[in-house]
């Protein structure tokens, strides 16, 4: 596995990712394996979405 560019953001990024799922209706938990691809590519993408555009508002 690659080693992380900053590790002390696991946390938060953790944290996204609940309220991202939250806010989509994706019933997150500690085992997340009986849920479908699109549940869970819907919560990244959304994640990946959301962060870009905050790195876009920045460049501004």
Partial sequence: MAQKLVPE?????????????NELGVPLSDYNGDLTAK??????????KRMVEQYEQGMK
């Fill in 9 to 21: 953001a696991k946390n938060g990024l953790a944290q996204f990712k609940k309220e991202v799922a």
């Fill in 39 to 48: 549940q869970n590519g819907s919560v990244g993408g959304e994640m990946v």
